[in-house]
């Protein structure tokens, strides 16, 4: 029996038109070109699929998959700076010409996740949001004393040890032809570790002490670790920690409460084996990372650390989220000045100054407060809620609506009723409080993309219907 087919070319065919359809959805809404770049090459991909599914090309593609031979591109290797912390971090992504590349990294990405699934879904990351209520449930039904240990992995899959990766997958029983193509794609390196293998550059660089801990440098090597950035380098990460998950899970027993989201994680054990489970936490690290430069030496909290260790009720942060004694669940500080630069600076009207262009601009924004508010419908601080919206979001809308009828309205008193008039009308759709309610009025299930979609088809609706008056009113 053969593990890759033609129906999995014709998966990766609907999985791309979904994520087109979804791309084209709120591109309606939104106003940076790095959207519209994204939309076009996923365009240009399906159609290059569509074209390779059924060809010779497709046979042999699928023949070297099931011996486990598909030679990988090498992949091209770049810094991503995040303008709103100012961090830089290392990614990877296939060339652009490089679809059969792209598409076996997928492939098999997607057979080991549904090996996994078979396994038992504890094996799976997952969802977010499943994570959160799970979390705020388990808070407030704590009786006895606990403590929480938060900690996370530094460099997380740059400094995952290749071998002890492939011992992994193979204890978990995964099909030797995806161990195999696993080998290929991180064998096949990047631009940079073909361009340095002519060179020593290895040798020379382990003589210092500062090699053994620069994750991105040997990455970049292809010496070890994992690249984030392909859906195979997502989907190992995550295998790679299958054996820590579950003995933190089974350290939290039923009295406790364990949880990770790609790097960062918590645990929260009964007062009494909180010594303990700081002392396995360590143990495992060690055991996972054996090989590793930085264990040999006694120096794995360069690779790992746990940030708190105290007794709840106390405040910390996770997945975004701020939690708070007596049950006060809020959005942390760092997510908020995201918010705030994102909604203030990127989201801005670059005409032109007419009332279609700024209909589209106006409910651009209202949609991104309703995406945001869905990435958080957990939260329960209504007057951290207010407070964004009375500082921020309304006075901005405002000002937005007063700058444009500046330009479409020469009289100043005529100006001012327009601006007033039109606020108030737009105003429901813009405030965080009704927009968290109806979400989390419809939103009882653990996705609810379709009531989001809904929600932000109405505010369209009504914002063209304001405009629609205005441009008829100003055309007379």
Same mark, same amino acid.
């Given at each position: 029996?053969?593990?890759?087919?033609?129906?999995?070319? /014709?998966?990766?065919?609907?999985?791309?038109?979904?994520?087109?359809?979804?791309?084209?959805?709120?591109?309606?809404?939104?106003?940076?070109?790095?959207?519209?770049?994204?939309?076009?090459?996923?365009?240009?991909?399906?159609?290059?699929?569509?074209?390779?599914?059924?060809?010779? =090309?497709? !046979?042999?593609?699928?023949?070297?998959?099931? @011996?486990?031979?598909?030679?990988?591109?090498?992949?091209? %290797?770049?810094?991503?700076?995040?303008?709103?912390?100012?961090?830089?971090?290392?990614?990877?992504?296939?060339?652009?010409?490089?679809?059969?590349?792209?598409?076996?990294?997928?492939?098999? $990405? @997607?057979?080991?996740?549904?090996?996994?699934?078979?396994?038992?879904?504890?094996?799976?990351?997952?969802?977010?949001? /499943? %994570?959160?209520?799970?979390?705020?449930? /388990? *808070?407030?039904?704590?009786?006895?004393?606990?403590?929480?240990?938060?900690?996370?992995?530094?460099?997380?899959?740059?400094?995952?040890?290749? =071998?002890?990766?492939?011992?992994?997958?193979?204890?978990?029983?995964?099909?030797?032809?995806?161990?195999?193509? +696993?080998?290929?794609?991180? !064998?096949?390196?990047?631009?940079?570790?073909?361009?340095?293998?002519?060179?020593?550059?290895? =040798?020379?660089?382990?003589?210092?002490?500062?090699?053994?801990?620069?994750?991105?440098?040997?990455?970049?090597?292809?010496?070890?670790? +994992?690249?984030?950035?392909?859906?195979?380098?997502?989907?190992?990460?995550?295998?790679?920690?299958?054996?820590?998950?579950?003995?933190?899970? $089974?350290?939290?027993?039923? !009295?406790?409460?364990?949880?990770?989201? *790609? @790097?960062?994680?918590?645990?929260? %054990?009964?007062?009494?084996?909180? @010594?303990?489970?700081?002392?396995?936490?360590?143990?495992?690290?060690?055991? *996972?990372?054996?090989?590793?430069?930085?264990?040999?030496?006694?120096?794995?909290?360069?690779?790992?650390?746990?940030?708190?260790?105290?007794?709840?009720?106390?405040?910390? =942060?996770?997945?975004?989220?701020?939690?708070?004694?007596?049950?006060?669940?809020?959005?942390?500080?760092?997510?908020?000045?995201?918010?705030?630069?994102?909604?203030?600076?990127?989201?801005?009207?670059?005409?032109?100054?007419?009332?279609?262009?700024?209909?589209?601009?106006?409910?651009?924004?209202?949609?991104?407060?309703?995406?945001?508010?869905?990435?958080? +419908?957990?939260?329960?601080?209504? /007057?951290?809620?207010?407070?964004?919206?009375?500082?921020?979001?309304?006075?901005? *809308?405002?000002?937005?609506?007063?700058?444009?009828?500046?330009?479409?309205?020469?009289? $100043?008193?005529?100006?001012?009723?327009?601006?007033?008039?039109?606020?108030?009308?737009?105003?429901?759709?813009?405030?965080?409080?009704?927009?968290?309610?109806?979400?989390?009025?419809?939103?009882?299930?653990?996705?609810?993309?379709? !009531?989001?979609?809904?929600?932000?088809?109405? +505010?369209?609706?009504?914002?063209?219907?304001?405009?629609?008056?205005?441009?008829?009113?100003?055309?007379?």
């Amino acid at each position: 029996m053969q593990l890759f087919t033609s129906e999995d070319l /014709k998966k990766l065919e609907r999985a791309l038109e979904r994520k087109i359809e979804e791309v084209e959805f709120w591109r309606q809404y939104a106003l940076k070109k790095k959207g519209r770049s994204a939309l076009e090459e996923l365009k240009e991909e399906l159609e290059r699929l569509r074209a390779f599914i059924g060809s010779p =090309e497709a !046979e042999a593609f699928l023949r070297k998959l099931n @011996d486990g031979t598909f030679t990988f591109v090498p992949g091209e %290797v770049f810094f991503v700076v995040n303008p709103y912390f100012g961090k830089a971090r290392l990614t990877y992504r296939f060339p652009k010409e490089a679809y059969e590349s792209r598409w076996a990294a997928r492939l098999t $990405a @997607d057979k080991i996740r549904a090996f996994l699934k078979e396994q038992g879904a504890h094996l799976l990351q997952p969802p977010r949001p /499943k %994570v959160v209520r799970e979390l705020i449930s /388990k *808070l407030r039904s704590l009786k006895n004393e606990a403590v929480l240990l938060r900690g996370d992995f530094k460099d997380y899959t740059l400094n995952v040890p290749r =071998e002890a990766l492939y011992e992994q997958l193979n204890s978990l029983g995964l099909e030797e032809v995806l161990v195999r193509l +696993v080998r290929n794609f991180l !064998e096949a390196g990047n631009e940079v570790s073909v361009k340095l293998t002519r060179y020593p550059v290895v =040798e020379f660089f382990s003589k210092f002490d500062e090699f053994a801990q620069d994750a991105v440098f040997r990455a970049e090597l292809n010496a070890q670790g +994992v690249i984030p950035g392909s859906p195979l380098s997502n989907v190992l990460g995550q295998t790679f920690l299958i054996p820590f998950d579950e003995r933190m899970r $089974a350290l939290a027993g039923e !009295e406790g409460f364990y949880a990770r989201f *790609l @790097d960062d994680f918590i645990l929260i %054990v009964p007062a009494e084996r909180a @010594d303990e489970a700081e002392r396995e936490v360590k143990r495992l690290v060690r055991k *996972l990372y054996r090989g590793h430069p930085l264990v040999e030496r006694g120096e794995e909290e360069k690779l790992f650390r746990l940030e708190q260790k105290g007794k709840l009720p106390r405040p910390f =942060e996770f997945l975004g989220y701020a939690f708070k004694p007596g049950g006060k669940v809020s959005v942390r500080y760092k997510t908020l000045k995201k918010f705030a630069l994102k909604y203030l600076y990127e989201y801005r009207f670059r005409g032109p100054y007419e009332p279609e262009a700024f209909g589209r601009y106006l409910f651009a924004k209202s949609a991104y407060l309703h995406r945001w508010c869905y990435s958080f +419908v957990e939260v329960n601080d209504k /007057k951290l809620l207010d407070e964004l919206t009375v500082k921020f979001v309304l006075p901005e *809308l405002y000002d937005a609506l007063y700058a444009f009828f500046k330009r479409l309205e020469p009289d $100043a008193r005529r100006r001012k009723e327009l601006t007033r008039s039109v606020f108030k009308r737009l105003k429901p759709y813009f405030k965080l409080t009704v927009i968290h309610r109806l979400l989390r009025k419809h939103c009882r299930s653990l996705s609810c993309e379709e !009531e989001l979609r809904r929600l932000v088809l109405r +505010v369209r609706e009504a914002v063209e219907e304001v405009f629609k008056e205005l441009k008829a009113e100003h055309a007379s």
